[in-house]
T-cell receptor
């Protein structure tokens, strides 16, 4: 099976702009989670989508949003970008049925730089 | 809320020596525990996980970890380090809602 893919791999934006990142999960996986990775804060959970519904949400401001399509592909959007949003954004997919015991399979990430 | 503590951001180990990475967790419910590895410019790859059952878990690349409830620990070990083990290692805990809480990570350097 193909792994989790994320596009684009690299992005450079300026403050105030918005950005959309895309994630295609492993075939058959219905859960997609997003994480932000920064040197200072480490890996932090953003949100999880399962069958097109947001099922879990982390402690991020409303500028961070996401959605999931019927084919399980997911997008996350960050509006009004701030310098502190510069990070590696990781997407992970899983079956979503294991009540937290699922293995989450991670994509290579999108490196976002905000200038 | 669940959390993970990994001490020592950088760990140096000689090639052929024991690799030991410590992980302590906090969880209000029986935890699911994971170790992931991240190579430069890549995503995270699962090394091993504990859900239920046997407390000694074997993973890929010769790694293993033991779940000790009394010590709230899930330390990762490998008997003999290889140069290819140089990477960043993350311990994570899930409390059952498919949402991982990660530790700060250990950057492992292998000295020839």
């Amino acid at each position: 099976k193909a792994g989790v893919t994320q596009t684009p791999r690299y992005l450079i934006k300026t403050r105030g702009q918005q950005v959309t990142l895309s994630c295609s999960p492993i075939s058959g996986h219905r859960s997609v989670s997003w994480y932000q990775q920064t040197p200072g804060q480490g890996l932090q959970f953003l949100f999880e989508y399962f069958s097109e519904t947001q099922r879990n949400k982390g402690n991020f401001p409303g500028r961070f949003s996401g959605r999931q399509f019927s084919n399980s592909r997911s997008e996350m959007n960050v509006s009004t970008l701030e310098l502190g949003d510069s990070a590696l954004y990781l997407c992970a997919s899983s079956t979503g049925t294991g009540r937290g015991a699922d293995t989450q399979y991670f994509g290579p990430g999108t490196r976002l730089t905000v200038l | 809320a669940q959390s993970v503590t990994q001490l020592g951001s950088h760990v140096s180990v000689s090639e052929g020596a024991l690799v030991l990475l410590r992980c302590n967790y906090s969880s209000s419910v029986p935890p699911y525990l994971f170790w992931y590895v991240q190579y430069p410019n890549q995503g995270l790859q699962l090394l091993l996980k504990y859900t239920t059952g046997a407390t000694l878990v074997k993973g890929i690349n010769g790694f293993e970890a033991e779940f000790k409830k009394s010590e709230t620990s899930f330390h990762l070990t490998k008997p003999s380090a290889h140069m290819s083990d140089a990477a960043e290692y993350f311990c994570a805990v899930s409390d059952g809602n498919n949402r991982l809480a990660f530790g700060k990570g250990n950057q492992v350097v292998v000295i020839p």
